[in-house]
C-alpha cells in the first residue's frame, strides 16, 4: 500500500515572493500577462518500493490551461552527488528510482507558453522539495559481466552501520530468479559482494538487482536494474598480428566473443604502439606511417562497445605484439654493444689476475740448478756413460765367440765332405 505525504506551499503577498515571481515579454509585442501571485505549485512524494513518485499540483483555471501550453522545468539532485537532472515536462509527476541515495532535493516551476509561437507568457518562481529515505549502508554498488557467463558484483558498507548489518543478494532476469552462488565477504564475515557463473544474459531484457539489508530483526531491500551489455568487460581482442609493408606498420585484429550484437559497428578500439599515442580506431585495422627505420616496436589493442550501446567499460590490453625490421638493424649499436662487453670481460679478467697472483706465477724466472745438482747429474753421467762402454764390450766379445764358433763348423763340414770323397774313390 503506497504512503503519501503531501506538503502544501503557501505563497504569502509579501515584497520577498513578489521580487522571486517575474514574467516575460513576449517578442511579438503582446502585453504582459501579470499573474505571478497566483501562479503556485503544491509537491508530495508517494512511496512505491524501490521507487518513489514525486507529484505537483498547480492553481491554473482550465480557461488558462486551454489557452496556453503548460509545461514544468524539475530540477533535483541526490543527497552526497555534485550533478542533478534537470528536466522539462509536460506531466505533472516523476518517478524517481532511489538505487542506493538516501534522499534527493528538488524544486520545480511552471511555465505558460504561447500556442502559436512557443514563446514563455509567464512563468512561476520555484517551488523547493526535500525527501529524507530511510538510511543507507552500502555505497559504491558496482556490477561486470566478464568472459561471456561470469557475473560479479561489489559493494562496500559504510563505517556508520550497525554492528549486526548483513547484506543478501539476488538478481532476477527474464522471469527467473537468482540467488548469488558464492558470496565474497570480510574479516568480520560480511558480505561485500557476489560471484556467479554460467549465468547467460539476454543482452535487451534488463537485470534487476535485489540487495537485502538486514540487522536488529529489520529488512531493508534495494534495487537497481542494467542491461547486460552496458556492464560487459570484453576480453582483448583476438588475432592481433602485425607487419611492416612500405613504411608502414599495419595491424589487424579480430573482435571478441560478446553477449550482444558482434556487427562491426558496434565496437570502438584503442591501439598503442610504442612511443606513440594511443588512437580511437572503429575498424579492425590500422596502419601508422613511419619517416625513420624501426628496429623494434610493439602494438597492443584494447575494446568497448560504443555505437550500438554506450558501455564504459574497456577491455584488458592485448599481449604486446612484436616486429623486427632485419634490414635496418642499427650495425653502429651493435659495435658498441661488442666493444662495451669485451672492456667489461677485460676488467673482470684483470681483476681475478690481480686478486689470483696469475702475473705474478706466469712471469717468474726459472731458477738456476744448485752445485749438488751439477755434481749429481755429472756423477749420473759418468755412471751412464761407463754402462754403455761395458754394454758395448760385451756386445763385441759376444759376436766374437760366434765367429770362431762359426768357422770352426765350417772346417769341420770341409773335413767331412774330403773324407766322403776319398772313401768313394
Known amino acids: 500500500m503506497a504512503c503519501v505525504t503531501v506538503v502544501p506551499i503557501m505563497l504569502m503577498l509579501s515584497f520577498l515572493q513578489r521580487k522571486t515571481l517575474f514574467s516575460t515579454s513576449l517578442a511579438s509585442g503582446q502585453p504582459d500577462v501579470v499573474d505571478a501571485l497566483r501562479l503556485h505549485n503544491v509537491l508530495w512524494i508517494t512511496k512505491h518500493e524501490p521507487r518513489v513518485i514525486l507529484s505537483w499540483s498547480n492553481n491554473l483555471t482550465k480557461e488558462e490551461t486551454e489557452k496556453y501550453t503548460v509545461k514544468y522545468i524539475l530540477s ?21 528510482h532511489l538505487d542506493l541515495h538516501s534522499g534527493f532535493s528538488a524544486k520545480v516551476k511552471t511555465q505558460l507558453f504561447a500556442k502559436e509561437t512557443e514563446d514563455v507568457i509567464k512563468e512561476s518562481g520555484w517551488t523547493e522539495f526535500t525527501y529524507k529515505a530511510p538510511p543507507v549502508y552500502i555505497q559504491n554498488l558496482s556490477c561486470i559481466i566478464y568472459n561471456i557467463s561470469f557475473f560479479n558484483c561489489t559493494w562496500h558498507i559504510k563505517a556508520e552501520a550497525p554492528e549486526d548489518i548483513q ?66 568487460k570484453l576480453n582483448p581482442p583476438i588475432n592481433v598480428s602485425v607487419s611492416l609493408e612500405n613504411r608502414s606498420i599495419k595491424i589487424h585484429w579480430k573482435p571478441p566473443p560478446t553477449i550482444g550484437s558482434a556487427h562491426k559497428k558496434c565496437f570502438l578500439y584503442q591501439v598503442k604502439i610504442t612511443d606513440c599515442k594511443i588512437v580511437d580506431v572503429t575498424a579492425e585495422k590500422y596502419e601508422y606511417p613511419f619517416h625513420k627505420p624501426v628496429n623494434k616496436c610493439a602494438a597492443r589493442v584494447r575494446v568497448k562497445k560504443e ?12 599481449e604486446p605484439v612484436f616486429i623486427h625490421d632485419e634490414k635496418t638493424v642499427d650495425v653502429m649499436l651493435l659495435s658498441l654493444t661488442l666493444l662495451f662487453l669485451l672492456i667489461f670481460l677485460g676488467g673482470l679478467l684483470i681483476c681475478a689476475c690481480r686478486r689470483y697472483r696469475c702475473l705474478e706465477v706466469i712471469t717468474m724466472p726459472v ?6 745438482i751439477k755434481t749429481w747429474l755429472a756423477a749420473d753421467d759418468i755412471h751412464h756413460q761407463k754402462q754403455m762402454s761395458m754394454q758395448m764390450e760385451m756386445h763385441s766379445e759376444i759376436t766374437l765367440g760366434i765367429s770362431q764358433e762359426n768357422g770352426d763348423k765350417n772346417f769341420q763340414q770341409q773335413r767331412c765332405l774330403k773324407e766322403s770323397g776319398l772313401e768313394e774313390l
Open 76 to 96: 533535483y539532485k541526490f543527497f552526497n552527488t555534485t550533478h542533478g537532472s534537470k528536466e522539462r515536462l509536460q506531466e505533472k509527476k516523476k518517478i524517481i
Open 167 to 232: 547484506i543478501f543478494f539476488s538478481f532476477r532476469h527474464v522471469g527467473k530468479d537468482f540467488e548469488c552462488q558464492q558470496y565474497i565477504k570480510t574479516a568480520r564475515r560480511k558480505n561485500i559482494g557476489c560471484h556467479m557463473k554460467e549465468i547467460y544474459f539476454q543482452p535487451s531484457r534488463k537485470i534487476n538487482l535485489n540487495i537485502t539489508v538486514r540487522h536488529n530483526s529489520k529488512r531493508q531491500s534495494y534495487y537497481k536494474d542494467f542491461i547486460p551489455q552496458t556492464i560487459e
Open 307 to 318: 555505437i550500438c550501446i554506450r558501455n564504459k567499460i574497456w577491455s584488458e590490453w592485448s
Open 367 to 372: 731458477p738456476h740448478p744448485s752445485d749438488k
